[in-house]
């Protein structure tokens, strides 16, 4: 039960204690990279970190796992969850999560014994996650839950740590949440979404803007752009002109044409639930 009068780290730290030897799950986000940091500080060799790599996980996460392992020195194990080999999760389903979910925790079933942690925080209880239910169906446990610490409790937790850059990273789910439901999950579609989101990161960053959301969907109907409202007014600015051009440059260049909207952010837009579901 959470102890109301801790503070974030000390209600996680207390959770930690009483799971013994982990595993955890390490997206390269900002959740799970703190929930790291956290378990090393507090348990050292009761604990080992696992990231899954594909063409869903961006290369720059990775590169961030290993660089804060390398630093602080965790024992890291990079594998393949090999979700790209499971048809119902390249068939991108309205629970593709389920079947990534099971996939990665298969997989770390398989290569420990330890008991399996994720990031998953309190704000993920509100949403439809059946990545949730493919966790309790392997006995994952998910201490930030444990410990009733949300999203801006993990970030206080990360600058508490000194991972003041991991504090700040937006969220950023997995790129298969950016591909409309029903349309199949590719390397090559995931590839276009992570370049034109990097193009349009890297400018904002060059101009000092921060990217609180940049998201490229795919959609049936065509790519389109979503952005949070100051990113939204910094793009479609007429300075923007050479930007948007090499976007729709980069959505010709993979057989989309050059219609490519910008509009404003919108949560799991891509998510399409049945109706009656």
């Given at each position: ?5 801790a ?50 996980v ?114 950023s ?29 890297g ?18 109907d ?56």
């Amino acid at each position: 039960m959470k102890d109301f009068d801790a503070t974030p780290l000390e209600a996680l730290n207390a959770v930690l204690d009483s799971l013994g030897s982990i595993a955890v799950a390490v997206s390269g986000g900002v959740d799970s990279l703190t929930l790291a940091q956290a378990a090393h500080r507090r348990l050292g060799a009761g604990v080992e970190m696992i990231h899954a790599t594909s063409p869903a996980v961006p290369a720059e996460a990775t590169a961030r796992t290993r660089a804060l392992a390398a630093r602080e020195g965790w024992t890291l194990k990079v594998i393949d969850a090999g979700e790209f080999a499971d048809k119902d999760y390249l068939a991108n389903p309205v629970n593709r999560c389920f079947f990534c979910k099971s996939s990665l925790y298969r997989s770390l079933a398989a290569m420990t014994e330890r008991q399996v942690v994720s990031g998953a925080n309190t704000d993920d209880l509100g949403d439809y996650r059946p990545g949730m239910q493919a966790a309790a169906e392997r006995g994952v446990r998910h201490p930030f839950i444990e410990a009733g610490i949300d999203k801006a409790g993990i970030r206080a937790v990360a600058r508490t740590l000194g991972l003041e850059g991991i504090a700040e990273l937006p969220a950023s789910p997995c790129l298969s949440s950016r591909i409309e439901t029903g349309i199949a999950v590719t390397p090559e579609a995931l590839d276009f979404v992570h370049a034109v989101e990097n193009r349009i990161s890297g400018w904002l960053a060059d101009r000092g803007g921060f990217a609180g959301a940049v998201r490229c969907r795919i959609r049936h109907d065509g790519p389109a752009v979503e952005l949070d409202a100051a990113s939204l007014a910094m793009v479609l600015a007429p300075e923007a002109a050479p930007l948007r051009g090499e976007v729709a440059g980069l959505a010709r260049a993979r057989g989309y044409g050059a219609d490519l909207p910008f509009g404003p952010y919108r949560m799991g837009s891509a998510f399409l639930k049945a109706e009656g579901a």
